[in-house]
């Protein structure tokens, strides 16, 4: 049987903000990767999600986190609803408002929510993880009209390759095509439609 520290090492090193809360979405629990995104510890435990991760609607009611208008629409909040009736939210996309030093900011994340028991009472283990970098990828890329390198956030011009590998970890690979080919490599052009002709005629 795993004792209670091994458990609390394993739930430390999941790479995505986890929390484990009750169904007012109070924080009893959180994970290594949670805590870099708020003050301090101490600010963590009893308080709803919203309160912590500085949703900017949290503010909005004098009740706090989940009642104000725009709370109905909060998945955090609507998944551990559905999760008190047993059911599972897997990655499914939300746009959270939060509240920054320079300005509310939009942050784009795959919410996961599943319900647990443990010690006699519900619990809820709710994970976000953080998509704004892939979000990006969506939107409209300044990309130059010339050399076609693309423009970060930072306002730094990147190659194609290192942009995706950097965002999205993909590797490219070098091919060329056809037309591309024709232009630069008229004879080997040719040469493939001779052969491709040769084919066709057998």
Known sequence: MFDKEI??????EIPIIAFVVD????????????KK????????YARRGGEVLKCAHSTAHESGCGHAPECGDCL????VIE???GAKTFRQHSVLK??????????????????????????????????????????????????KKIRNDEDYWTSGEECFNRYISVDFTHAICPECIEKLYPEVAAMRKNKQAVILEQ
């Open 7 to 12: 458990i609390s090492k394993a739930f430390d």
């Open 83 to 85: 999760a008190r009736r």
């Open 98 to 147: 939060l509240k920054k030093q320079d300005g509310d900011m939009l942050f784009h994340a795959l919410i996961t929510t599943t319900p647990f028991e443990f010690g006699g009472k519900p619990h809820y283990l709710l994970m976000i993880e953080n998509v704004c970098e892939l979000m990006m990828l969506k939107d409209l890329i300044p990309i130059c009209s010339s050399c």
């Open 23 to 34: 169904d007012d979405v109070r924080i009893e629990f959180s994970n290594r990767e949670a």
């Open 76 to 79: 955090i909040r609507n998944s």
């Open 37 to 44: 995104v708020i003050d301090s510890d101490a600010a963590i």
